[in-house]
């Protein structure tokens, strides 16, 4: 099995780059839904977001109804709410959708970039969100490291959640290496790419991002859009946020999470592993999870919703709406 396409599709551009895409947040303001709620722990408010705390950035879309279903869409590393931005007119039609970006990621300004516990962070201020809003009928939908992300959130408050959408994510990035890796043997390579990713030149990261956007998605603006918003991303933000998904496991966790789980992942021919290694490698991380489904999108690579952004919905709106 050649892990080594899946590892630098999903860890190492999770480690060193180009895992994601954004800093357009400042496009459809038009579309941002105002919001009332004086919300605690808010730290900053700037346009265009309706939200803001340490680490989220939220504008609000979509169905204004009371009784609208949420979709709180996470991106990946390095990534920002327009990764969604070929399936959100879409779904919008049928969610009030809560687009976060992550502070430090894609241009966003980070007030904290030298904190080194990002991800739970991120999903303590998630879970913070949903209660404080008083959000119900609550989806959460990340890609890769948001996906990370929505995992350690409905183990905080799952039963606050309807569903988690996983898009192409994993619960332990470094068992991709090797099975028997544990967060222990893990850290030294972890620390390795965090101090690399700190300490390279501009041009040097630059260039290895450019190396790797082919390798993220099939569909060459998206290449662009990954370059461009990864350098323009906080370089120690990324290499924390890195770290913490690649020395912490969730795979012992998921037997705390009842929350229904449904996991896309992408798979292509040019991977060089067949459909079933794809299929084991992902079943196989979740399999202390008791309410899972998977489904698998062809003639993708790592950005599933920009590869192949109808299939996708399928997937989401299918397995959803069964569901209800």
Sequence with gaps: MRNDFILKNLVISVAAISMLSGCSQAND???????????????????????????????????????????????GL?????????????????????????????GTPSPNENSENIVAALADELSAYIETEKLKHVTIMGHSMGGFTALKTAENIGEALD???????????????????TTETSTPR???????????????????????VSRMSKDTQTQKDILKWSVRSNRNVMANAMYNIMTQDMRESLKNIATPVHVIYAWDAAMGIS????????????????????TR????????????PEAFLTAVQVKNRDEK
Excluded at 191 to 212: G, P, V, W, Y
């Design 29 to 75: 303001t038009d579309t941002v839904k105002k919001n009332v709620n004086k919300t605690q722990g808010r730290t900053h408010q700037t346009a265009p977001f309706d939200y803001t705390s340490n680490w989220l950035n939220i504008r609000v879309i979509g169905l204004e109804t009371a009784d609208a279903p949420n979709m709180i869409l996470i991106p």
């Design 78 to 106: 390095v990534s920002s709410s327009k990764s969604w931005d070929r399936v959100t007119d879409t779904l919008a039609k049928t969610y009030r959708l809560h687009m976060v970006d992550v502070s430090g990621f894609a």
């Design 163 to 181: 569903k988690i959408v996983i898009v192409d994510a994993l619960p332990f990035y470094p068992a991709l290496f090797n099975p028997n890796v």
């Design 190 to 212: 972890a620390t390795q790419m965090r101090t690399q990713i700190m300490t390279m030149k501009d041009d040097a990261f630059e260039t290895m991002q450019a190396q790797s």
């Design 275 to 294: 459909v079933d290694q794809m299929k084991n490698t992902y079943e196989g991380q979740y399999t202390g999870l008791e309410n899972a489904q998977f």
């Design 297 to 308: 999108i062809d003639n993708s690579y790592h950005f599933i919703m920009r590869d192949q």
